[in-house]
Structures are given as structure tokens and as C-alpha cells.
């Protein structure tokens, strides 16, 4: 119970919990930006694929 308290109390621990805050919301935002372009990627080639243009 002393860690919760030190981690939500003092400077250092406040300082953790921003950074690992900073961590994953910067995890989440490659995930979906990562995501978005692969989507983006699929539907380009499978339009090539229909048209006859992919390999």
C-alpha cells in the first residue's frame, strides 16, 4: 500500500505515472495510425487486383 501511496503522492512517483501515461497513449496512436495504413494499403491492392494491375 506504501508504493500506491508514494506512486500517487510524491513528485517521482507523479512524474512515473506521466510518463507511462505519455507511453501508452504514444502505444495507442502508432497502433491506430499503423492500422489506418495497412487498411488503406489492403483496399488499394485488392482495387488493383479487380482491375487486373497487381501482380
Not at 30 to 47: F, G, L, N, P, S
Amino acid at each position: 500500500m506504501q508504493a500506491l501511496t508514494d506512486f500517487l503522492t510524491t513528485d517521482y512517483g507523479l512524474m512515473s505515472l506521466a510518463g507511462l501515461l505519455f507511453m501508452f497513449g504514444m502505444l495507442g496512436y502508432i497502433a491506430w495510425y499503423v492500422a489506418q495504413h495497412v487498411k488503406q494499403d489492403t483496399e488499394r491492392h485488392d482495387k488493383d487486383v479487380r482491375e487486373g494491375r497487381a501482380h
